[in-house]
């Protein structure tokens, strides 16, 4: 009996054993096919929304058949940022993962554990989209996606009422010119009106300071340079000079700075492609809201993404290929028609599905050709550096202060130049 | 040699046992067995309870010994290496101006939550433990804000709070006040982000205090009713009294979590920073910025160590003042462990002095007084 009872057992433990052999000669013959044709599995990680429907990566799946792509959408960069930074250099991330500008500096510390994108197709993008993107090493480490070239939205409701022209071509001839002109036509505003201009002083030194060549740190050493630099304390001035008088100092983002979209409590905003949406969402009803081709001081941009493909993935090869084809022109443009994100790749500046695009809540305003324009007036790619977001959320913070009467410009001042001394 | 010895008893004492000759290999199988049933008495207790342990290890001890480890060192999150520093991210944490008022704002919100949230909730529950109809829907309704979860409610509080068009400030204007600036005054911003906190766990705080109130003999309410105590002599006199242990209870938890609060400052603003001037920043959430924000967990480990620290002291001065103050429920007429063993060894002294100031007249036997006279415990 007894003997017979451990044979079962014996042989239970046999089969077990057999099994997981086979199933473990299964994986193995898996992870070895990545040359060779066998069928695949390819992950992509992105955020909010890129535009990549069902229907999109079902083409390429259709043009190759032993490949299956599986997309995994975190709800917000935040969310992307934290798992990226915990999985990077390790297991677990996708064979093609999305990253956004704002954490671009970061990634770019470990470009060494990404996959470099190949040479040739580094002309698909504006330079100044691969000149981020590039280390010190001259390796590219991202495909780039979207891109958030910055133009003016203005109410024209309110703009006719302060006696301003109201057609967006008439005002973007008002505007044209640098900061100190859109400080001046603030100015005429508020007199006539005694009402705000612009939104808040952090939201317009962001697309001041995106202008800025080296603005908190050295391009060569890395060192911070935030604190000596005179651009950045004119900018610091300047901004603060005229939001004394013509901001609602309404923080972006604030529950207060949503209710303002919709009851007027600015007459302008600097306006990235992608604001759009955020204004005509979350200001349904208000017919006044329009943008202007034109950008104080030349262009800006503010955000964008990248496709990134981590270096020691299972599939590093076919993941190249697959955000080779995600990047591509035609790609793009079908993701901005799916998600409204614009294209960061020159070729898709002559399309019609992008030129001919009407914004139909800005008085069809014709965006698709305003933000192209927007897009090729960008002519700075500004350096950030490993602090670069801390120092910059730090002057974030001491514009708010000067705006909420918590501390005066130059107490303000010098408690940023003492919190950047401390970091490093 | 052994067979001799150990087989004819064996055998003998169990007439029923196997007939056959007594193999030597028997009395060995009986000690092992009597080995097992050793262990078994000695180790199963350990096995036992030996799951918690080993999970509190795995997922407790070994994250705070590592936490250690990685506060003394320049630590890289993606690489998984770091260089040993010694104290050089403690003493940065100390010397930074932004840790001591997370520290004040930390102490300001928790007082601010606690102490109005303990005296609301001991007055509901007073009220809870009346006659009152329809009891249960009563009690059900004061816990309905703790079933929220703590980020719908700051949300929800973060708008009405708003600087320019919350609800608070608009009904303060309508009666004529001038909007409170919720958001760059750190006191005003205190005071909503106690506001939430007492919000969501003055009901809970209330339950656990009614079930203490119904634990009391109602017999002491008759005799105090009988001895002509009015209700609020009776609450003072004997409710009040009587909730202490229950009381120090919800103390020492709300100082934890008041100590470790974070949801509430974390979404009181878009930025989830404490504030353009730190004004509600609180250490919880600057250890979330280094760690996350920033990536360096050197710095936000030996953070967390200090926040460990702090709250082990604090843990420490409540300890002590558990002991002094409050009596354990268990042993309503006995003292706390220290009490006792004073009071023993005093009446152990004072016996030995009587002895001995009575030995030389008459070495009779002590007077049986000194029992009596022990000194009274403490109340």
Redesign the interface.
Known sequence: MKLSRRTKALAAVAGAASIALLASGCASGDAGADSADGPIELTVATFNDFGYTDELLQEYMDENPNVTVVQNKAATSNDAR?NY??K???KGLADVEAIEVDWLP?VMQ?SD?LAEVPADVKDRWLDWKVDAATDADGRLIGYGTDIGPEGVCYRSDLFAAAGLPTDREEVAKLLEGDWAKYFEVGADYTAKTGKAFFDSAGGTYQGMINQVEAAYEDPDSGDIIATDNAEVEDLYNQVLDASATQSAH????????F?GLS?G?YATMLCPGWMLGVISGNAEGVTGWDVANVFPNGGGNWGGSYLTVPANGAHVKEAQKLADWLTAPEQQIKAFVNAGTFPSQTEAYSDEALTGYVNEYFNNAPVGQIFTDRAKAVDVAPFKGEFYF?IN?AM??????VE????DKQASWDQWVSEVQ?IG | MTSTATAPPSSDARPDGPSTSPTPRQPKRIAFGHRLTKWDLKLSPYLYISPFFILFIVIGLFPIAYTAVISFMDWDLVRNTGTFIGFDQYVYVLGQPKFWIALRNTFSIFLLSSVPQLLLAIFIAAMLDQNIRAKTFWRMGVLLPYVMAPVAVALIFSNMFGDKYGLVNTLLGNVGIPPVPWHSDAFASHIAIATMVNFRWTGYNTLILLAAMQAIPRDYYEAAAIDGAGKFRQFTAITVPSLRPTLIFVIITSTIGGLQIFDEPRMYDQYGTGGADSQWLTITLYLYDIGWGQWNFGRAAALAWILFLIILAIGVINLLVTQRVVRDEGRRDAGTRREQRRAAASARRSLAARTEATAEPEPGPAPTDTTIDTPEVPR
Do not use: C
């Open positions: 934290a930074f915990q990077l250099g390790k970061e470990y554990l309404l923080g972006q983002w604030s529950d207060d700075w209710a009851n409590a801390q959320d974030q913070k001491a514009l708010t202060r909420d009467g918590t501390q401390a």
